[in-house]
């Protein structure tokens, strides 16, 4: 038998995990039970959602995928205020996050696509040519990633 896909939860809005919800029987009040989950608490595993009864973390599980990028590589300047994380996709591309630490604020720079078009010349992204867009999803990603180290 096949295996199911699963889509990254991330990639649905709120209206969209209660459409999920409802397809598959589950009350739209369990949607956001989720939402708040990986919203406000920060989970990233079916498991970490101990409020909700063990056959809806297994449901959760069999048909969304929880993390689509994984840390490869992490390097900090040397005063330690810029964080680069290097995630690898499940196609096996690479795409890059940075967090920069200035005295009032924080930015984070992320990626929307694997690779770029654009090929400027000191630029290791451009020399790996365009590759593709990221999903929504693989964008949120980025961003909670960090939320979860600066929490
Ligand atoms: S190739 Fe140029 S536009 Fe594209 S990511 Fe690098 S610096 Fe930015």
Redesign the pocket.
């Known amino acids: 038998m096949a295996e199911t896909i699963r889509r990254l939860i991330y990639d649905l809005d709120l209206p969209e995990l209660e459409q999920a919800f409802k397809e598959s029987g589950q009350p739209a009040y369990r949607a956001k039970q989720v939402w708040q989950g990986l919203y406000h608490q920060l989970w990233n595993s079916p498991d970490q959602f101990s409020s909700l009864p063990k056959p809806l973390r297994e449901w959760l599980g069999s048909i969304f995928q929880f993390q689509n990028l994984t840390p490869d590589q992490v390097q900090l300047s040397s005063d330690g205020e810029t964080r680069k994380t290097l995630f690898l996709l499940p196609d096996g591309r690479a795409i890059e996050a940075v967090l920069m630490h200035y005295d009032r604020r924080k930015t984070l720079c992320i990626s929307t696509q694997a690779g ?5 010349v ?6 790996m040519g365009f590759k593709r867009h990221l999903s929504s999803g693989e964008i949120v990603e980025q961003v909670l990633y960090y939320a979860r180290i600066l929490r």
């Open positions: 770029c078009a654009m090929g400027c000191f630029c290791a992204t451009g020399q």
